[in-house]
Structures are given as C-alpha cells and as structure tokens.
Nanobody, 123 residues
Framework: QVRLVESWGGLVQTGGSLRLSCAAS????????MAWFRQVVGKKREFVAS????????RYSDSVKGRFTISRDNDKNIVELQMNSLRPEDKAVYYC????????????????WGPGTQVTVSS
C-alpha cells in the first residue's frame, strides 16, 4: 500500500513558476512509475507528465512540453513537477499518481493517488 501526498501548490502570476512535490507518507516509490495529472471542475482529469521508476523515461502532454519538468529522487522518496511560464489555463487541481506497471497517459491505469493540490494562475 502506498499513500501519496502533494504539496507546494498555490497562487502565482502568469509567467511565474511553481515546484510541486509528491511524497510517500507510506510505502516506497522507487519501484513505481509516477505521473502528474490535473483536473478542472467539470472536466476530465488530464495527463500532465510521467516518469519511469528509474527516471530514464519521461513523457509530457503537448500543452506543458517545454515548460514543465518531471523529476524524482528515489532516495528521498519524492517526485516533483517544476512548472515554468505558467498560464491561466494551467489552473487546476494537480494530482500525483503511482502505477505498478508501465506509466500511461490514462488515469484509469494508475493504482494510487494523492488528494491533490490547487494551482491558481492569475492573469
């Protein structure tokens, strides 16, 4: 069993940066592929980025490619999402997810989820 918790969401101006963190309060992340998703009220949860358990393979959605960077530190048991050049359309609740298999862009494939952290970008 793995318990995830996201942190460091907040309010930022357009063009600003935030660095989200996902930690495991229970269990280890080192054998799990990880991902970030986001969701706006009334819309489906959207894939943002994923990283393989060893950190070698990363994938990004087209909407964040070049602006966001996913990383992990298995010694610290954390996964992070560096978000630069933020736009109002990046406003959402951001979720960390863990996959016992190979990371995909489909939220239905993920086994563990954090409660989410709100990111708001003011124009």
């Amino acid at each position: 069993q793995v318990r995830l918790v996201e942190s460091w969401g907040g309010l930022v101006q357009t063009g600003g940066s935030l660095r989200l963190s996902c930690a495991a309060s229970k269990g280890t992340l080192s054998t799990l592929d990880m991902a970030w998703f986001r969701q706006v009220v009334g819309k489906k949860r959207e894939f943002v980025a994923s990283i393989s358990f060893g950190g070698r393979t990363k994938r990004y959605s087209d909407s964040v490619k070049g602006r966001f960077t996913i990383s992990r530190d298995n010694d610290k048991n954390i996964v992070e999402l560096q978000m630069n050049s933020l736009r109002p359309e990046d406003k959402a609740v951001y979720y960390c997810a863990a996959e016992k298999g190979v990371a995909t862009m489909s939220d239905s494939e993920y086994d563990y989820w954090g409660p989410g952290t709100q990111v708001t970008v003011s124009s």
